[in-house]
């Protein structure tokens, strides 16, 4: 039951202490999940950073009748593997940390501009790609994964590729608004 559902809780069982629910084999850096497979060359993807998001778009697209044999779907795992490292970290405009002396300053945040990696891989979507759709959660830090989008489009960005991103509404994602349909 969908209504039901909540997110899984590891419990390491020598310490007791809450790990990450969140598992990968292997390095995600500059991976993906593939959600899709595409009969043809593809031309359209579909990526955001969890797999949830990205089925709940798929299954909403699949119930519209529009034909997707030409798009793929992924799931970048995390924000940080989707739009890969920031060139610099920016003060957040509103959220606000307690250092270790207690002053209060701005949390950083990774900025909108890609880094330069050099022998660091990064995700990039396939060549033949002409468009992609970049999924934005709203119950994800607005500010923050704005950057991370943005970041992801500048880095992908080729003289006729389009790039844009598609947000859910603010404190929710796609899956809550694929169940809130059903």
């Avoid at 809450?18 to 031309?43: D, N, Q, Y």
């Avoid at 990774?110 to 959660?137: F, W």
Wanted: with cysteine.
């Amino acid at each position: 039951d969908p209504e039901t559902l909540t997110k899984m809780a590891l419990i390491d069982p020598e310490t007791g202490e809450a790990l990450p629910s969140k598992k990968i084999r292997g390095s995600k850096r500059g991976g993906h999940v593939p959600l899709s497979r595409g009969g043809c060359v593809p031309r359209r993807l579909v990526i955001g950073e969890g797999i949830e998001t990205v089925l709940s778009v798929r299954q909403a697209e699949l119930e519209t009748g529009r034909d997707l044999s030409q798009t793929l779907y992924w799931s970048a795992a995390d924000l940080g593997n989707l739009g890969g490292a920031a060139s610099e970290t920016i003060p957040h405009p509103t959220e606000i940390k307690i250092d270790r002396r207690g002053a209060k300053r701005r949390l950083k945040v990774p900025g909108s501009i890609p880094a330069e990696e050099a022998g660091k891989p990064a995700l990039m979507p396939p060549d033949e790609i002409d468009e992609i759709i970049l999924l934005g959660d709203g119950d994800s830090d607005p500010f923050a994964t704005s950057q991370v989008l943005q970041r992801a489009s500048t880095r992908w960005a080729r003289p006729g590729r389009s790039i844009l991103a598609a947000w859910a509404p603010a404190e929710t994602d796609f899956n809550d608004l694929l169940r809130a349909a059903a």
